[in-house]
């Protein structure tokens, strides 16, 4: 059986009820698992079928109700936010006293975010593991050039290996382009998916 099952997964014989509804199992009502989270539910709580490319599930697979909220969100997120990331945005960052214009993205592999200077191709300036992202708080949001509402400042916070937690604080510049609000406003997304998705798989790694 592989390893990266959950608990919840692995004692699937030893649970008595449905982990949503609480009812219990019988010849009838029989046990389901989620291949997202593994929690142990019933066929009515765990009827939604869905890919989960991610996870190597390229046919639709059972997911339970909350998962099935958050893979479609995650769907989305993938098809259109995480390019966004990847591609990159000129960014004010702040420290201390100064504000330096720096080009922020995503890492190809999607584990790092890489600030560095954006017209030089030396070291990053900051490569933050996206797993050491401990929090985001939004300072801003403004209307871009379309009228819509998105993030124009927020403050990263992330503690790496050893050390004490840290942030760092990201706006967009005078005069900038749409994409700078739209990578804050994906970036927003990111985290915030992070930490739904950490609740429920229950894991902060």
């Not at 008595?16 to 929690?39: Q, V, Y």
């Not at 995480?82 to 720096?102: E, F, Y």
């Not at 379309?146 to 706006?171: D, F, N, R, W």
């Amino acid at each position: 059986m592989s390893s990266w099952w959950p608990a919840s997964y692995m004692g699937c014989s030893l649970s008595p009820t449905c982990m949503d509804c609480k009812k219990k199992f019988d010849f009838i009502k029989r046990r389901h698992h989620c291949r997202r989270c593994g929690r142990v539910c019933c066929a009515s709580c765990c009827d939604t079928r869905m890919a989960l490319p991610r996870m190597c599930f390229l046919d639709p697979v059972r997911v339970c109700s909350p998962c099935a909220d958050i893979t479609l969100k995650e769907n989305h997120f993938y098809n259109k936010e995480l390019k966004i990331l990847i591609t990159g945005a000129i960014l004010c960052i702040a420290a201390d006293t100064t504000s330096d214009l720096v080009h922020c993205c995503l890492s190809s592999d999607h584990r790092y975010l890489i600030v560095s200077g954006p017209m030089t191709d030396s070291g990053p300036l900051l490569s933050i593991p996206m797993h050491r992202m401990t929090g985001l708080l939004i300072g801003s949001r403004d209307k871009d050039r379309s009228g819509s509402c998105l993030v124009s400042a927020l403050i990263l916070q992330y503690c790496l290996a050893g050390e004490e937690e840290k942030e760092v604080s990201l706006a967009v510049p005078p005069d900038s382009a749409t994409s700078a609000f739209i990578f804050l406003t994906a970036l927003e997304k990111a985290m915030f998916m992070m930490q739904e998705s950490r609740a429920v798989i229950g894991t902060g790694e």
